[in-house]
């Protein structure tokens, strides 16, 4: 099976984590593992203030701080992970690239970092299960 992990560095990714190491048919050598972190993308002011590479400089080293205990951790377990970012509208974001496959199964945790924003735009999570076509297990 190929499981997409929606990973964003909050404490409900250590819980989707937690969670995957407490189930072995989630959580196995059997199954190929990607991860990915999205980023909204910065104001377009803010892009053209900077430049191409600071700002491509910055996705990366945000996403990388992200992905690497994530990558660490399925290295204790013996898995190989594959790690992308994408920068994007998150829920939406995530969405596309589980419905682009393959991916049998998303995992992600309930919440993230932006409770702002979820009051405002509305939840991440409601945004990925609204626009994916593959299953999708929450984890609270």
Not at 1 to 12: Q, R
Not at 31 to 59: F, Q, S
Not at 86 to 102: F, K, L, Y
């Amino acid at each position: 099976m190929n499981i997409l992990l929606a990973v964003d560095g909050s404490e409900h990714t250590k819980k989707m984590l937690a969670y995957l190491a407490a189930h072995e048919e989630l959580l196995g050598t059997m199954h190929r593992y990607t991860a990915i972190n999205v980023h909204a993308p910065l104001p377009a002011r803010a892009r053209a203030a900077v430049g191409k590479e600071v700002v491509e400089h910055y996705y990366s080293e945000e996403a990388e701080a992200v992905l690497e205990p994530v990558r660490k951790f399925m290295a204790l377990q013996g898995i190989e992970l594959k790690t992308l970012y994408q920068v994007g509208p998150i829920g939406e974001t995530i969405a596309q690239v589980a419905n682009a496959g393959p991916c049998d199964l998303l995992v992600m945790g309930s919440h993230g970092h932006s409770a702002l924003a979820t009051l405002v735009l509305g939840s991440v999570t409601m945004q990925v299960l609204a626009h994916s076509t593959v299953p999708v297990l929450v984890v609270r």
